[in-house]
Each structure stands twice: as C-alpha cells, then as structure tokens.
C-alpha cells in the first residue's frame, strides 16, 4: 500500500501495511498408531482455520494463524497436526474496514502458504505420503462472514 520514491519522504500520512517479520510460533504432529499405512490409504481429513491477533506495538500487530489438520483411516485417527503460524505486520493509518480486511483476510493469506509447507513437512517427517492443504480464499472467507453478520443483525 505505501510506495516510497529514493530520496523522497516517506508518506507518512498514507495508509501503510508491512509484513515485518514471519515465525513458526508452535507446532505438533502426533501419529497414535504410527504411519500403518493400508494399501487403500484414503483418509478423512479435516481442516480447522483460526486467526487470532495480538497488539505487540504502537502500530505493529502479531497476526496468528492457526491450522489443524486431522486424518482418520476408518474409525482410527492416523495423525493429527497442529501448525501456528505467525506474523508481525505494520499497519498505520488504515480505516476500520481496511484494517479489519488486513487481518481478517489479507495477513492470513500472506501466513498461509507458510503453515501449508509446515504441515506438510511435519506429515512426511512422522512417514505418511506427501500431503499438500489445498488453497484457501481467505477474501471469501471474509466476505462470507461479513454478509453472515449482516444476516444476523437483520434477524
């Protein structure tokens, strides 16, 4: 959002977002049975998504997202994962819409492909077959809840 020309002033007036910084806050990968892979390995997976944020400065926030992935091979979990992938992000002189869109769907899309690589690596570590989260529209995602909370006000 903040463009600067060499030599010039730093706008700062202008809206502004920066990723300053990104960490794997926590993570775990826990395999009861072990990887017992059957031939007909097709498991249940379910994804869980959640952000959470954290004021850690005048204008920087900790953008925290949370990713659990669970795959159960008929009625036996065979792993589950749990990745928090986190991001220090400037934000100045946004509005209240803007600044809820950066952190509902903007800072999250930037962490994303970042957790993805995480719990893919922590699934082939712990002997499983390769497995990539398919992407995730964190703008619909945000959209839809919006208009949910619209639908909700008007009940």
């Known amino acids: 959002m903040s463009t600067e020309t060499p030599g010039a002033a730093p706008d700062e007036t202008g809206p502004q977002l920066a990723l300053q910084v990104v960490y794997l806050k926590d993570c775990s990968f826990e395999s009861p049975q072990g990887p017992r892979i059957e031939e007909n390995w097709n498991p249940k997976i379910n994804l869980d998504l959640n952000t959470s944020v ?29 990745v928090k992938q986190a991001g220090a ?25 970042y957790a993805r690589a995480a ?19 964190f703008e619909a995602l945000y959209a839809r809840s919006i208009a949910d909370g619209q639908n909700a006000t008007k009940n």
């Open 89 to 113: 992000f400037l934000m100045r002189n946004l509005s209240d819409d803007d600044l809820k869109r950066a952190l509902s769907s903007v800072c999250p899309g930037v962490l994303f492909p």
């Open 54 to 82: 954290t004021v850690i400065g005048d204008d920087v926030r900790e953008v925290l997202l949370t990713v659990t992935v669970s795959a159960k091979q008929g009625e036996q979990t065979a792993f589950l994962v749990e």
């Open 119 to 137: 719990v893919s690596n922590l699934v082939m570590q712990g002997g499983f077959p390769q497995f990539l989260l398919p992407p995730v529209n």
